[in-house]
């Protein structure tokens, strides 16, 4: 038979593997060779795990695929430990944290570089090359002469540390583990072996030397090969037929041919002897029937679908039992794969007729996966196998498909796809908040409260920056965003003993998924909706949204938490701050009272720290301003003063009954004239002041106005002034 024949010349020209892709070449010469079962072809499997297991070949990659990889190198897990809190008899809290070093093989064959990876079905590397966690990787892209990486090369040392050359791997160095149940995940990458089309000369190369193959596989985006390449061949045969040809000088193999004019082919000859089919007529024609399981799916992995395996199945009626799959390790898209298994089901189905044809001389062209008519039989036919005879050449032919299926649409399913969102980046808002009144509330309260534009944000870490270079560790924030903005417009002034049912402000959120919402005045009355804005606490009962992140506030109560002194000190681009209860609270003794401390935040997606100054700075322990000042002049010219005090923590009024002071010492200082200069100041401990007429009169000869100043003077400072005007 002529597959000896081509077998024969395949070793002569390649080897052993030679002689393998020598029996290809007779596919068109003896179809045993693909007869099914005769060969196990490449699997298509679900996306495996990467592994660390001895013995598992590592595929060679072409074009992009998606692939598991194989764990070749690993640190133990490293334990990080963060202590904070335990200042002043507090209690401490110790966090725990892991990382691991390792790297992941991932092609017996060069790549260019690596796309996205997956780690536990979640992205754990953007398109962008943003790692969604901690840590570092590195790329060596299996070059001859590539290094060792300097990581394994410190940890095993020079002489035991391998280079790996021509393996392409990936090394991750300290990769944070906490969003993995603090163990190594199950990786996947996108692996970039090639940017060009894919070809049969791709697979060959460096495999088999004089071999011209010049097959370009369309609609491949990438292919998986982990065993020899005659069963990866076999796999892609049906599929992308080829015509192996090795009666010249080297193995050629060509796609399926399509011959401008086909070669006619002679009268068929007959034969004398009864044993030669055909007789008197010389040839013998025969239609098989169907195949029990016929070529009817096709699966792959999809690149639509992240590379996830997917199935297109041929048109027609279905068969009873289960029809034939092609199980290909390839990344192509729904439509390609729909093309491919119609037209392969299309060649099947013709390729039932086959006739026996003899001739007694024969055209030299005339060879394996030629194309030929016959005098008599409608329709071209391709040459299959041919053997020389004693009374001539028999030539075994299958008939060629008329024509390509008519495309078909395909759907490759609903995808299920892992957002690739950017990293995003922190912004913070640090501030004391008044005291509650509640004995186990620390004083002074210090929150810090960090949110980002994107919704991809996995928190910060929080450090006490002192003005002096160094940075100390706070601890973290969480996930959960603090809803942060800013003002777009300023906030006018208003009372704060008033419900302000006519000033609004709008305030720009910092992303467009925070949102604000409205409440009664009950539950103002509650607390909700309290805010700080600048340097004012405030409480609106109404928010409007305008579209983009943006909100218009209204029904204000101003002032709260004793920030009376803020009300006429807005402007436009001021931060914004919902005190909902979103973010983390900071240990006073660590924070210290050094003047110009602020606190700062390093999130993944920031390139420096973010910094914010501590607003309401020393609100917790100053005590607050008096208020319902009045004057009066006395009979005989003499100025009376009087207001009413208030204590700290104290913002609801329940029982009628004054709260306790939470100072040492009830005193007051009160001051006339100039803030910055005042004439006369006078210390009293009762909340009133009798200013004699004479030195009234003394007074106000040098500033006629005043003012007065009242201030309630506390343990830890005074508050800020209550300011009156002279009757």
């Known amino acids: 038979m002529a597959t000896l024949l081509f077998t024969t010349l395949g070793t002569m020209l390649g080897g052993p593997l030679g002689g393998v892709i020598g029996a290809l070449a007779g596919r068109q010469v003896d179809s045993l060779v693909f007869r099914p079962g005769t060969r196990e072809a490449p699997r298509l499997a679900e996306l495996s795990a990467s592994t660390s297991s001895y013995g598992l070949a590592i595929p060679r990659q072409f074009g992009r695929m998606r692939v598991a990889g194989q764990i070749i190198w690993a640190t133990d897990l490293v334990e990080h430990r963060e202590k904070q809190g335990g200042g002043k008899g507090k209690p401490s809290t110790t966090t725990y944290s892991y990382t691991a070093s390792f790297a992941v093989a991932l092609s017996s064959r060069k790549v260019q570089s690596v796309g996205r990876i997956w780690a536990d079905g979640k992205l754990l590397r953007g398109a962008a090359g943003d790692l969604k966690t901690g840590g570092t990787m590195r790329l060596h892209t299996g070059e001859g002469d590539q290094a060792p990486d300097p990581l394994i090369e410190a ?150 679908r992240d590379f996830q395996p997917g199935a297109q199945r041929a048109s027609g009626r279905p068969l009873p039992g289960q029809p034939r799959a092609i199980e290909l390790p390839a990344a192509m898209s729904a439509g390609t794969a729909r093309a491919l298994v119609e037209s392969a089901a299309h060649r099947q189905n013709w390729g039932r007729q086959t006739i026996a044809w003899r001739v007694t001389q024969i055209d030299p062209a005339v060879r394996p996966g030629a194309l030929v008519t016959l005098p008599g039989h409608p329709g071209r036919w391709k040459v299959r196998e041919w053997e020389w005879r004693e009374h001539g050449v028999d030539l075994a032919l299958v008939r060629a498909a008329p024509n390509s299926p008519a495309a078909t649409a395909a759907d490759p399913g609903r995808p299920a796809l892992a957002a690739d969102l950017a ?144 009300l006429a000190g807005h402007a436009a681009g001021e931060p914004f701050l919902l005190l909902d209860g979103t973010g983390t609270m900071l240990d006073p003794a660590v924070v210290g009272t050094v003047p110009g401390t602020r606190i700062a935040a390093i999130g993944m997606g920031d390139g420096e720290p973010v910094s914010s100054a501590i607003a309401l700075a ?94 309630q003077l506390g343990d830890h400072g005074q508050s800020d002034a209550l300011v009156l005007t002279l009757p």
């Open 423 to 566: 990293t995003g980046t922190t912004s913070l808002i640090a501030c004391e908040l008044p005291w509650d009144g509640n004995p186990g509330t620390p004083v002074p309260l210090l929150l810090a409260a960090a949110s980002s534009p994107g919704a991809n944000w996995a928190g910060a870490s929080l450090y006490l920056d002192q003005g002096d270079g160094a940075l100390l560790p706070l601890g973290v924030t969480g996930r959960d965003r603090a809803v942060l903005g800013h003002a777009q417009t300023a906030l006018p002034f208003a009372s704060p003993l008033l419900f302000d049912r006519h000033g609004s402000v709008d305030v720009q959120l910092d992303a467009p998924d925070l949102t604000l919402s409205g409440s009664s005045q009950r539950q103002l009355a509650l607390g909700a909706n309290r805010a700080l804005l600048g340097q004012e606490i405030i409480q609106f009962a109404h928010a409007a949204p305008l579209g983009g992140g943006r909100w218009r506030l209204s029904g204000l109560w101003r002032g709260r938490g004793g920030t009376e002194s803020a």
């Open 155 to 304: 940890a095993e040392g020079a002489e035991r540390c391998p280079a790996w050359r021509g393996l392409a791997y990936a090394v991750f160095e300290d990769l944070q583990l906490a969003d993995f149940g603090n163990r190594i995940p199950a990786l996947t990458f996108e692996v970039v072996a090639d940017e060009a089309a894919l070809s049969v000369t791709d697979l060959l190369d460096g495999v088999i030397e004089r071999c011209d193959a010049q097959l370009e596989m369309t609609g491949l985006a990438g292919l998986s090969a982990d065993g020899p390449i005659a069963d990866l061949l076999s796999a892609l045969d049906p599929l992308y037929p080829l015509d192996c040809d090795a009666c010249d000088d080297a193995l050629a193999i060509r796609p399926e041919r399509l011959q401008a004019a086909a070669l006619p082919l002679p009268e068929a000859a007959t034969s004398a002897s009864q044993d030669d089919f055909g007789g008197n007529a010389g040839f013998a024609r025969k239609r098989a029937p169907g195949e029990e399981q016929p070529l009817a799916i096709l699966r792959y992995y999809d690149v639509d």
């Open 618 to 711: 020393g609100i917790g322990l100053r005590p607050l301003s008096p208020v319902h000042g009045r004057t009066s002049l006395l009979t005989g010219g003499d100025l009376a003063i009087d207001w009413v005090r208030r204590a700290r923590g104290a913002w609801r009024w329940d029982d009628g009954i004054d709260t306790p002071l939470g100072e040492q010492a009830e005193i007051y200082q009160v001051a006339f004239g100039p803030p910055s200069a005042p004439l006369a100041t006078w210390t009293t401990t009762n909340p009133a002041l009798v200013i004699p007429a004479a030195r009234l009169a003394e007074l106000t000869a040098l500033a006629p106005s005043g003012p007065l100043l009242i201030r």
